[in-house]
Nanobody
Framework: QGPLVESGGGSVQAGGSLTLSCEVSGYTYSGFCLGWFRQAPGKEREGVATIDDDGLTDYEESVKGRLTIAKGNDKKTLYLQMNNLKPEETAMYYC????????????????????WGKGTLVTVSS
């Protein structure tokens, strides 16, 4: 399978919006948990959001109501819609996948991902 490839990062002022995309044409949605993680400078990578085969989502508490993970209608793209961004959310954002029979159980909280894209940088200015 091919690599995951992120795009859509950039600079935005606090309160602004941005949508990240992840090309997953080298994968199949079936059998995979898909999601987004991020890593800020000097900090460990943290889970942001996941979506399973049934479309069930899981979010890190601080992003609920502002960030939305979604699968594209083309069945080859994963999105992260980000609204009302905060400066502390400046980070490299990574698209990831984990072969879990389509389940995302424990991925955000404990297990993380198996496959990763190279990341796309999001900078949120005060």
């Amino acid at each position: 399978q091919g690599p995951l490839v992120e795009s859509g990062g950039g600079s935005v002022q606090a309160g602004g919006s941005l949508t990240l995309s992840c090309e997953v044409s080298g994968y199949t949605y079936s059998g995979f948990c898909l999601g987004w993680f991020r890593q800020a400078p000097g900090k460990e990578r943290e889970g942001v959001a996941t979506i399973d085969d049934d479309g069930l989502t899981d979010y890190e508490e601080s992003v609920k109501g502002r960030l939305t993970i979604a699968k594209g209608n083309d069945k080859k793209t994963l999105y992260l819609q980000m609204n009302n961004l905060k400066p502390e959310e400046t980070a490299m954002y990574y698209c990831g996948a984990r072969l879990n029979g389509g389940s995302c159980w424990g991925v955000l909280s404990r297990y993380g991902m198996e496959y990763w894209g190279k990341g796309t940088l999001v900078t949120v200015s005060s």
